[in-house]
Nanobody, 129 residues
Framework: QLYLVESGGGLVQPGGSLRLSCEAS????????IGWFRQAPGKEREGISR????????NYAESVAGRFTISRDNAKNTVYLQMNSLKPEDIGRYYC??????????????????????WGQGTQVAVSS
């Protein structure tokens, strides 16, 4: 069982930056790959980034590649999402989620929300001048 809590959201101007954190409590955080998802008003939840159990492998959606960076610190049970060059279309509620990665080929994990067993409550991001 993992409990995930996101933080770091807020209002930022276009071109600005935010760093989101996803802090986990529970057992064996390092057994889980972590994904970041976002959901804009009236839109489906979208997977934007994920990271494997050790932090060695990462994936990004095309919409954020080159602007967002995911990382993790297993000693702190935390995954980060550094978001740079934010655009108005990045607005939404950002969620982190965990999928068991131990003993599993990381490249078999997708952005399908149903693959992820544990979810946080989300943190809101707004981008506006």
């Amino acid at each position: 069982q993992l409990y995930l809590v996101e933080s770091g959201g807020g209002l930022v101007q276009p071109g600005g930056s935010l760093r989101l954190s996803c802090e986990a409590s529970g057992d064996h955080f390092d057994y889980y790959a972590i994904g970041w998802f976002r959901q804009a008003p009236g839109k489906e939840r979208e997977g934007i980034s994920r990271i494997d159990t050790s932090g060695s492998n990462t994936n990004y959606a095309e919409s954020v590649a080159g602007r967002f960076t995911i990382s993790r610190d297993n000693a702190k049970n935390t995954v980060y999402l550094q978001m740079n060059s934010l655009k108005p279309e990045d607005i939404g509620r950002y969620y982190c989620a965990a999928v068991l990665g131990y003993g599993r080929d990381y490249w078999s994990i997708t952005f399908a929300p149903g693959d992820y067993a544990y979810w946080g409550q989300g943190t809101q991001v707004a981008v506006s001048s």
